[in-house]
């Protein structure tokens, strides 16, 4: 998959990848847009499963992850398979979760050990809402792995009903 600078626009899956789903292709994402997509289990606009994707230069906005039966994990992208950040905006993305015994995770991003490295990326404006006693963790971006961040910027993001407001490792 190659897309450039290309609009995913209030897509919806009921479980993965709102926009997205990249199993095991090679994935490479610039200047595109992804606004207001939606799943109900991970990955609000793109699910990497055990795929390679790049994403550069794009912008991701409102994207959403609400679980009713099942934790909710990364709001705009759940990064399972390897993956890399380079200039992209974060922006207003979320993950809430209803079920007892579920958490909500990355507001923005969830890494399963898949994200390589996050590079002059701003992550703003995301959140995480645990509405039961299961915490909410990491604002703007849940890491599983060991992510190196270079030169990002993480601003007002939040995790309400756990930790980590911007990042939780």
Known sequence: LWATNSIFADNTSSTEGGA???????????GDTFEGNAAGASGGAIFNADG?????????????????????????IFADGETEL???LFSGNSTTTTDASAGANGGAVYNNFGL???NGTTFTGNSTTSTTSTAGLGGALFDGAAVTITGST???NTATNGDGGALYE
């Open 20 to 30: 997205v789903f990249n199993n095991t292709g090679s994935a490479r994402l610039s």
């Open 52 to 76: 390679v994707m790049a994403v550069d230069n794009s912008t991701f906005t409102s994207n959403s992850v609400n679980a009713t039966v099942t934790t909710a994990d990364g709001g705009a």
């Open 86 to 88: 380079t200039a992209d």
């Open 116 to 118: 390589n490295s996050i």
């Open 154 to 156: 993480f601003q007002n």
